[in-house]
């Protein structure tokens, strides 16, 4: 069950850097970030995949040297898009047309509508909205790896502009949002492995209106 699952998970503090997650798990995790649902179908973000040992030691040097990036086996890193621009929108409502074979008008009015606003708006706005889209993908793929038995620690702890310098996202119009190192746990170094799980109780957290 998928909340046996959740209650299994915990943001690991100490991966064993001898254990490798298989790539069949790791494309799974990432498949469930891209079939996550966002926002008009956008999807405003992209995944990578960070296995390069002298990369992942730069990321963790600006990420408060936090040792999973590099005990973990594979780094996910959730990049936003910086902007939405008309490129960016046609591009996805042009694959839907060419996907299911057909134009729709009432589709096709809503493409014009998302092209006469978004485009115009702030970037910093446009990138805001990419980002919480990101999220969700962020959620998804943290439960498929629970559902893998993969332990993955999501991290803000981090610098955005140095990790975009790092990996060149600035020059594909991305942004860092959020990244998740993926491993197994190594329970005699993790402070966090046997204490309980914290959640405000049902009464402080659901408003149920009859
Ligand atoms: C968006 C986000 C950013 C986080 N950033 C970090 C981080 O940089 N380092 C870390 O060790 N944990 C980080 N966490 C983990 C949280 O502290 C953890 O999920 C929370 O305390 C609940 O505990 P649990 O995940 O172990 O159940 C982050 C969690 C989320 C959702």
Same mark, same amino acid.
């Given at each position: 069950m998928?909340?046996?699952?959740?209650?299994?998970?915990?943001?690991?503090?100490? +991966?064993?850097? %001898?254990?490798?997650?298989?790539? *069949?798990?790791?494309?799974?995790?990432?498949? /469930? @970030? &891209?079939? #996550?649902?966002?926002?008009?179908?956008?999807?405003?973000?992209?995944?990578?995949?960070?296995?390069?040992?002298?990369?992942r030691e730069k990321i963790k040097a600006i990420a408060w040297n936090q040792a999973q990036i590099t005990d973990g086996s594979h780094l996910l890193v959730f990049a936003a898009w910086d902007n939405y621009t008309a490129d960016r929108i046609n591009h996805m409502f042009d694959l839907v047309n060419e996907v299911r074979g057909f134009r729709n008008e009432g589709w096709e009015?809503?493409?014009? +509508?998302?092209? %006469?606003?978004?485009?115009?708006? *702030?970037?910093?706005?446009?990138?805001?909205? /990419? @980002? &919480?889209? #990101?999220?969700i993908a962020v959620g998804l793929s943290l439960a498929q790896a629970a559902f893998e038995e993969v332990d993955a620690t999501p991290m803000e702890g981090f610098d955005p502009a140095s990790l975009d310098a790092i990996l060149g996202l600035g020059e594909r119009g991305l942004r860092s949002v959020?990244?998740?190192?993926?491993?197994?746990?190594?329970?005699?170094?993790?402070?966090?492995?046997?204490?309980?799980?914290?959640?405000?109780?049902?009464?402080?957290?659901?408003?149920d209106v009859k």
């Open positions: 998928l909340l046996e699952k959740l209650n299994w998970r915990y943001a690991t503090k100490k +991966m064993d850097p %001898a254990k490798t997650v298989s790539d *069949d798990k790791v494309e799974r995790i990432v498949e /469930a @970030a &891209r079939l #996550a649902p966002t926002s008009s179908g956008l999807q405003p973000f992209e995944v990578y995949v960070v296995t390069n040992p002298e990369v009015n809503y493409r014009q +509508m998302l092209l %006469a606003s978004y485009p115009q708006r *702030d970037a910093q706005l446009n990138y805001e909205h /990419a @980002a &919480r889209q #990101a999220y959020v990244i998740i190192p993926l491993g197994y746990r190594q329970p005699e170094g993790d402070w966090l492995v046997n204490l309980k799980k914290v959640r405000r109780p049902r009464d402080q957290f659901v408003t």
